[in-house]
């Protein structure tokens, strides 16, 4: 399985970004889903996760001006961005739980980055 993320981009502070990451390959099943943020010189952190059943979780930072959401019939998970900061200028990268039944078991995959800017 794949995760293909795209929607970055650069945008002025207090503008909006959506950010898309679809699953492709061979998908028997995703659980949890989520995306990551990663600032030069910072860790990666956690931006917001989302359940199969649509249960989501944000860090104080982000609460209130974004929003995670996934499409489970497509296997595709979205990050809605408002209000946007110069702080929250990063590479975002989903993830999710995807079945491998080579390993019998669930395992991590990441997306490759998409870059987000947020400057005057």
């Known amino acids: 399985v794949q995760l293909q993320a795209s929607g970055g981009g650069s945008v002025q502070p207090g503008g909006s970004l959506r950010l898309s990451c679809q699953a492709s390959g061979f998908i028997i099943d995703i659980k949890d889903m989520g995306w990551y943020r990663q600032a030069p010189g910072k860790e990666r952190e956690l931006v917001a996760s989302i359940t199969v059943r649509g249960g989501t979780t944000y860090p104080d930072s982000v609460r209130g001006r974004f929003s995670i959401s996934r499409d489970n019939a497509q296997n595709t998970l979205y990050l809605q961005m408002n209000s946007l900061r110069p702080e929250d200028t990063a590479v975002y990268y989903c993830?999710?739980?995807?079945?491998?039944?080579?390993?019998?078991?669930?395992?991590?995959?990441w997306g490759q980055g998409t870059l987000v800017t947020v400057s005057s």
């Open positions: 993830n999710a739980k995807v079945y491998d039944p080579s390993y019998s078991a669930y395992v991590i995959t």
